[in-house]
């Protein structure tokens, strides 16, 4: 009888809404996004003082994403040396203007052309040394 009692208590807690209860979830529009993976190519060894690095923004799909490349070059100490800012054009060489002699660290980022774009950020960071003859 107790078991009965308690069960028919639990019934009615719970078609009131008192107990163990949560509101349904509505769904929020989410816009849709698109990973970008960026992958830069550079010598170890540079030959002169223009440095062209070779940049890829890959996304799934055919298509070519919409923004700029953020070149930041900076010494091994940390210190930053140079920043330069290109729109990417697709699969390229982009060119950071020169630097002199000496080893260097270069995280190029990509930043997407609006805050609401479908495609997300992305980075890499490649290492190398100018060495002009």
Known sequence: MKKLIAGAAAAGLLTAGLVGTAGTANAAPYPGSVVTDTKTQAPLVIKRNKVKIKVDVGVDGNVT?????????????GKKVKRVQRTYKGKKRYS????????????VKFVPNNKNSVYKRSRDVVKFKVQPN
């Open 65 to 77: 994403p919409k923004g700029k490349l953020i070149f930041i070059v900076k010494k091994p100490n």
């Open 96 to 107: 950071t203007g020169d630097l002199p002699r000496g080893k260097y660290k270069m995280v």
